[in-house]
């Protein structure tokens, strides 16, 4: 009967052992494009089940079932999928995130990042939900010492170039609230709208003159484009020549990893 006793005891301590080593994982669909470049930096990607339309990169996200767009989601389609967890933005009265809801759907939903630190947030908040938190904390930990590194690398540039970023042929542009602004700010550059408090608005190019920027980075067009425009010479970036014309615009305008490689690229781009 002892014997009988002690092999219950070893059976049952032998299955506590093996089910402290199993992690839930979690059936996930991503409905932005930087939530999903986060879940496979973190090794989560087979826990994927769904992606918006946009999510392009990695490459292997295309594989994934798409679940419609920002302004076409797919509601049959993401709840066919029975995720355990819906990472969505704070779309702000939004029917379609309302309706996921009432129907007991987990959805988690992200503050807009308006700055570097926000990304690290983000990623915390995907770690824990995908149980990598360990993976989270030591991606945080590498991207932080990236930015120092950076900045190490331009302390000797004391003077910080004046910057425009134009993001389309309209004069949208980035303000003080927009993390597009601290990523000029991190590469070593001023924003010459950081004084305007919103995310991005509609700007004139009489204002561009007005402030004079020194570089002017746009994600529609060139140099020739620019030197087309009324009084262009009178702005140091069209008489210096220093427009930055070839960021790759799902890089700059997604708050993920690839904005890392953005910050290290614009920072060189600076000193010149």
Do not use: H
Not at 21 to 36: A, E
């Amino acid at each position: 009967m002892r014997l009988i006793s002690i092999a219950l005891s070893a059976f049952f301590l032998f299955i506590s052992f093996c089910n402290a080593g199993v992690v839930k994982k979690n059936r996930v669909v991503s409905l932005m494009p930087s939530y999903t470049e986060i879940i496979y930096a973190l090794g989560a990607q087979d826990q994927l089940v769904g992606v918006s339309n946009f999510c392009n990169y990695p490459e292997e996200a295309l594989t994934k079932e798409k679940t419609g767009d920002y302004l076409r989601p797919n509601f049959e389609k993401i709840y066919s999928l029975k995720p355990d967890i819906i990472l969505a933005p704070q779309w702000k009265n939004s029917i379609f995130l309302k309706n996921l809801k009432s129907l007991g759907l987990n959805v988690v939903q992200f503050k807009d990042e308006s700055a570097i630190k926000d990304i690290f947030r983000t990623i915390g908040i995907i770690a824990v939900k995908t149980n990598k938190k360990a993976q989270g904390k030591a991606l945080i930990k590498k991207l932080k010492k990236r930015l120092k590194d950076i900045s190490k690398k331009r302390v000797s540039n004391k003077k910080r170039p004046k910057v425009y970023i134009e993001v389309d042929n309209k004069y949208w542009t980035a303000g003080k609230n927009s993390f597009l602004s601290d990523v000029i700010e991190k590469a070593g550059g001023k924003n010459i709208f950081s004084d305007i408090k919103r995310s991005y608005f509609q700007t004139s190019w009489e204002a561009i003159i007005e402030r004079n920027p020194d570089i002017i980075i746009s994600l529609w067009g060139d140099a020739g484009d620019y030197a087309k425009k009324p009084l262009a010479e009178k702005i140091n970036a069209l008489a210096n020549s220093r427009i930055i014309s070839d960021i790759e615009r799902d890089k700059i305008a997604r708050p993920a990893l690839r904005v890392f490689d953005i910050i290290e690229e614009l920072s060189l781009k600076f000193e010149k």
